[in-house]
């Protein structure tokens, strides 16, 4: 298998399956496309996949270029990796989680972009971006509180937990305190444990170099 990613300083939508395929202990190549180039990405690209975006999955003849249908593919491959959860109820409420991720948030993903190069700072955001982080506190709490933690769906790290470690960069990168969003503390203590996840740590540390 090869990973076909985007600049891991900057590409959430590459980090996710990454991140999961190493956390199901798959073997996989990556092939890396620099972004923000214009043509030159857009022509590098192109041969890779077939959205024409990062990330794409190619395992022999099978290109998957979606990230949450690379993910599911991995749940598949790798059943006792547990990337979704075993109860029912904590499976179907953690899909949903990763769907709103995958195509909400909209305001959080646009004002504050993924960059682990940038310098921490408190940035000033829109009322856009204050709902969607309260919404974040209230589904982080309300999950946790559910299922116990220490991960978002139970004691286990799946695949909700790869959807969600880009926010937890975004809150480090931006000065966000979950505290003044409705967090009671739990949120806040989670968005630290994903940035201390393995997986997450080795992706940094070859981002950075």
């Not at 959205?51 to 290109?63: F, H, T």
């Not at 593919?73 to 029912?88: H, M, N, S, T, V």
């Not at 506190?137 to 116990?148: D, E, Q, S, V, Y």
Request: aromatic share 10%; with cysteine; charged share 25%.
């Amino acid at each position: 298998m090869e990973l076909v990613i985007g600049d891991k300083a900057w590409s959430t939508w590459s980090m996710r399956p990454w991140l999961v395929l190493k956390h199901a202990g798959a073997e996989f190549g990556e092939k890396r496309v620099p972004l923000r180039q214009g043509p030159a990405t857009e022509a590098a690209i192109a041969p890779l996949s077939p959205s024409g975006r990062v990330p794409a999955l190619i395992d022999g003849d099978l290109v998957i270029w979606d990230s949450l249908a690379i993910c599911e593919y991995a749940a598949e491959r790798f059943p006792k990796a547990g990337l979704w959860p075993e109860d029912p109820a904590a499976r179907a409420l953690a899909r949903a989680a990763v769907c709103e991720m995958h195509s909400g948030f909209s305001s959080l993903r646009g004002e504050c972009p993924m960059d682990l190069h940038a310098t921490p700072k408190v940035a000033e955001l829109s009322e856009a971006t204050h709902k969607d982080l309260r919404r974040i506190a209230k589904l982080w709490n309300t999950l946790l509180g559910r299922f116990g933690g220490p991960w978002l769906a139970g004691r286990d790290w799946g695949i909700v937990d790869a959807y969600y470690t880009p926010v937890a960069t975004r809150l480090r990168t931006y000065g966000v305190r979950l505290s003044d969003h409705g967090d009671a503390g739990a949120g806040g203590a989670y968005a630290e444990r994903l940035l201390e996840a393995p997986e997450f740590r080795a992706w940094e540390v070859d981002a950075l170099a």
